[in-house]
């Protein structure tokens, strides 16, 4: 309303300390925005537009450098996620609420950027990219 003359911290106790390698937020449907935060401790997940915040259960408290998602209405509606780190790449084809482990030989990678298909993202390391298109099926 003040167009950015104004600031509010935000307070999140669960990365109280934690350094953020990255940022996104998606809004698929009627859901509120959601943020997910890649840390030097693992992922962090907001589905109240930063209200409230947890870690997803099913993930390592290693360090994700980087995040990314995407709204997609097809085949249905949902957000994808997906996430990168030292642990592997995970990624989330219902909002966060679950997610899936990539193939073992993925992992050590310093981030990503997902297509806006939300089939195919590309990593990154600190030399060379690697492109992955099995997100959403074979």
């Known amino acids: 309303s ?3 003359e104004s600031w509010e911290a935000v307070q999140v ?3 109280r300390g934690t350094p953020i390698h990255g940022l996104a937020t998606v809004a698929a449907g009627a859901d509120p925005l959601r943020i997910v935060a890649a840390t030097a401790r693992g992922l962090v997940l907001s589905s109240d537009a930063g209200k409230t915040w947890s870690k997803p259960a099913g993930l390592p408290n290693q360090a994700f450098h980087g995040v ?7 085949p249905f509606t949902t957000a ?3 996430a990168a780190g030292e ?3 995970y990624w989330s084809i219902n909002r966060g609420t679950t997610w899936i482990s990539g193939p073992k030989t993925l992992k050590d990678f310093l981030g990503l ?7 195919s ?18």
């Open 2 to 4: 003040d167009r950015g």
């Open 13 to 15: 106790p669960v990365l």
């Open 68 to 74: 990314a998602a995407q709204a997609l209405t097809q």
């Open 80 to 82: 994808v996620i997906v």
């Open 87 to 89: 642990a592997g790449v």
């Open 113 to 119: 950027s997902l297509a806006p298909d939300g089939r």
């Open 121 to 138: 993202f590309l990593l990154h390391r600190w030399v060379g990219l690697l492109h992955y298109d099995k997100v959403l099926g074979p």
